[in-house]
């Protein structure tokens, strides 16, 4: 039988617990259960309403009726790169672009330490790695300048909602946090080169932005080009490649190893099947599979036609090849002999809407499927990308990271439940 939330005053009270002044609060209060391990999959660009009841997505529908799933609940802004930031570590740490890093750049002044964003518009260039503390850029309600310039706008979570800038800001994800408990953690990345990620922007499993196509069948007419390069991984959904302590491993637990394929020896589905797998996996399919499209990828997974927030305006392969993906994938993290010791949860997730304009919200769908505790349950509760991460690093017994902390951010006790 479907539940409706339900959010006790004392479990709301809790989750509420006010530490906005802290660059890493105290601990959350633990309102929900110690999680062992968490599988958060990050779907793409798709606003709620066009992913719900959508025919060709029937898994994902048939997952967010028998799991816990959120009817209220946002991204934050836009592009992609600054709500992937967010989901990790509670701010955008001045990022309000999809640019590359700045490998390696020990000498660069981050955004967070300049106080200036990163953006599309005015174009900016590729990100410093992020460190240190300082402050981030303001989220407005609407976006008039960077996504997209005058009205109506983009509405950056729900037209009403806005986060100023913020002061004493940390430069570190939970995947720092997990490490310094002690704790472990895995970026999966689908068609990750065989090299790994470092210095990688794009590639599609094989060819990268660094590949001299030169060297490569050089009579062939027209020649190769990066034009030809399905960009099928890439750097920006990976925001773990961002971050100082990750490009320079001085922790090996901590660094770009810790970025890997589906495939391969130590990928996804090797550690699945050996029932070896991190506290948290962050997995991000391709931009094929996650439902972003690419514009060289052929009809199947071209972008959609339009960005006006309805399903007629979808490319339905794309929809299709996403729902099919998501299957594979939770029902793989299921068949793994890790699933049923502990406590683990799946979140499978979009990161934001299809950028059509305001009145159109940033309203994505978030399912949570447990191995324990309540499902079939249906949450009307306001949350955010900022809500996940609380949640997530309450039930690892972390303290939460900035915006994660601030008063108005409630865990997601219903969703993940109560053993």
Known sequence: MRQKAVVLGLVAALAIAAFAEDKEGKAVPRTVP??????????????????????????INQLAKSANSATNYFAVAHPSLTNYLEVVGGSNFGVQSDNDPDW???SCVTNLASGVANTDNPPSPSICPISGTGTDAATPAIDLTNETQGPPGEVNIDGILSFAAAPNTVGQTIG???????????????????????????????FT????????????????????????????????????TVQQGANPLNSLANTVDFDGPNGLYADLRAGKLPNFSFIAPNQCNDQHG???????????????????????????????????????????????????????????????????TNQVMLIVDTNYGYHNLQSEVFYTHFSLLKTIESGFGLPCLNHACDSNVKTMSDLFGQP
């Open 176 to 206: 720092d946090q997990l490490v310094a408990a002690g704790k472990t953690w895995k970026s999966y990345q689908q068609s990750l080169p065989i090299a790994g990620a470092d210095n990688v922007n794009y590639s599609d499993g094989v």
């Open 209 to 244: 932005n660094s590949t001299d196509f030169s060297l490569i069948n050089p009579q062939l007419n027209p020649p190769l080009t990066q034009a030809d390069v399905v960009k099928l991984y890439a750097a920006k959904h990976n925001p773990f490649v961002y971050f100082q």
């Open 34 to 59: 110690h999680l062992d391990r968490v599988f958060l999959i990050m779907m793409e660009n798709h606003g709620y309403g066009q992913i719900l009841n959508n025919p060709n997505a029937p898994y």
């Open 104 to 106: 390696h750049n020990t």
């Open 294 to 360: 690419r514009s060289n990828a052929g009809a199947f997974c071209n972008f959609d036609p339009a960005s006006d927030g309805t399903q007629a305006s979808l490319n339905p392969a794309l929809i299709i090849l996403g729902d099919q993906t998501v299957q594979r994938l939770v029902t793989a993290i299921q068949a793994s002999s890790v699933w049923n010791k502990g406590h683990n949860a799946i979140v499978v997730m979009w990161d934001e809407n299809d950028y059509s304009l305001s009145p159109n």
